[in-house]
């Protein structure tokens, strides 16, 4: 076995390793805390460079944790799919990590810095190890560890409407964990097995029956829920716009969309797609809640006067359009979930790391705010204008890219309907986001809000945002450096 077989479970141990040597650190030095944690993210997303290439993009790696053979032992199964989400996931926490360190000194009081970092690794491994385990019941372990990081890492700053909104996640987070638990257990009772491509076996010979009907539709609500799949979302505004900005980035960026990841996994790898009337049925109901979420998160956005409450918003819209695209069950629809999935987590990465410069630089979230912003923030103005163009989905970005292969997708699937849906969500786009831009470079601020010189947030929080907006720009132009293989994966899984 070569070397770099190893590098999957490498990729989430060293973040887990990282979070529990961090504290002895934490207590040594306590202002090295930030710069270290960045060595076990940085070498996730080396070994998943160095994994491009080696897995085909009509097949998957299989790791077999101390030699056990599956289905008696615990699996790591990565497929092309998961390897692109896994870099995502990488990527964009690596960026958000670097922006952390001047946000969180100023947001955080000292006692909870290393707390901060020891839960974002945590978090960060357990996305990690959630997308690449072949295990179900290994999916809910780290799917509890990326819930209760997430909760605590909402309520860092401890002030009241932080705790606030991680007790209305936990009060809907907490019952969601239930259900997909009991689907687990209804799904050993009748197989005998956890691992995914036996459970998929064992399914397949027996049948559906009235227990693994429930376990699935369990499984749905419960990884809906987590996915913050309208009306399941309730949770996500609050939490999403008053945890500090680079947990707003990893929540909306990337938390929701493993989540529908782990859904469309199960449908396709565990159930299989089209072996019951009840997998398609149930498709078909996501798929009218999705087109709802289009609408509904689009509207809700422009109705918004806070600006994290505003990119909050859309991402309920654009988990809409996720789902839209994997309800269509075609290759073209597939692939442009996957890729809005890139273009999302850059995007709205960007735009939630963007808004917290102005609240550190200025203390501003009111769009009203806003005004004439670009005076003394440019940097941030500029790429906050750039990542919008992508949620719109402007060409060349990556956002035009993706809804693309959606509309596409729902096109040839004969969703017709869907496909007018995604487009309304295009424009209820454009309204929320070229108002703010509008804002920023076309009007004047109040008196005094803004400085009459450039003074722009600090290096290692400009850099982030211009990684990741002109990202979304790179992906667009280039999309066919991935496009191709995404298709292929695409028509393998279905």
Known sequence: MGAWRHFPIFMITVPLLGAVLLPFLGYAREKWVPYASLLP???SALLGVLLIGRIP?????????????????????LDYVGLFLMLVVCGITTLALVYSRHYIEKEVSGGRRTAYYVLYLLMSGAMLGFVATGDIFNLFV????????????????????????????????????IMVLLAIGFLYSVTGTLNMADLARRIAESGFTEVLIVSYILLVVGFGVKAALFPLHMWLPDA???????????????????CAFALVRITLSVFTMRASDLVMGTADAVGVAAAAAVLYGGIMAILQKDLK????????????????????????????????????????????????????????????????????????????????????????????????YLILG?????????AAVLLAGSILAAVYCLRIIYYMFFQSGKEGAWEEYWHDAPPAMLAPVWVLSLATLFFGVFSSLIIPSLLKAAAYLL
Not at 152 to 172: P, Q, S
Not at 410 to 415: A, L, P, S
């Open 240 to 258: 999403h716009s008053i945890a500090p900005s680079p947990i707003s980035a990893l929540l909306s960026g990337l938390l929701v969309e493993v």
């Open 57 to 77: 993009s009509g097949g998957y790696l299989s790791y077999h944790m101390g030699g056990w053979e599956p289905p008696f032992g615990i699996e790591i199964r």
């Open 309 to 404: 409450m505003m990119i909050a918003y859309s991402t309920v819209s654009h988990i809409g359009y996720i789902f839209l695209g994997l309800t269509a069950f075609t290759a073209e629809g597939l692939t442009g979930a996957m890729y809005h999935m890139l273009d999302h987590g850059l995007a709205k990465a960007c735009l939630f790391l963007c808004a917290g410069n102005f609240i550190y630089l200025k203390g501003y979230r009111r769009i009203e705010d806003l005004k004439g912003a670009w005076v003394q923030m440019p940097w941030t103005c500029f790429a906050f204008a750039l990542a919008s163009l992508s949620v719109i989905g402007i060409p060349p970005t990556a956002g035009f890219i993706s809804k693309w």
């Open 410 to 418: 729902n096109v040839k699937g004969g969703k017709w309907l869907y």
């Open 142 to 177: 780290f799917m509890e560890i990326l819930a209760l990081s997430s909760y605590a890492l909402v309520a860092i700053t401890g002030n009241r409407n932080a705790v606030r909104a991680a007790f209305k996640y936990i009060l809907m987070g907490a019952p969601s964990s």
């Open 41 to 43: 993210l940085g070498t």
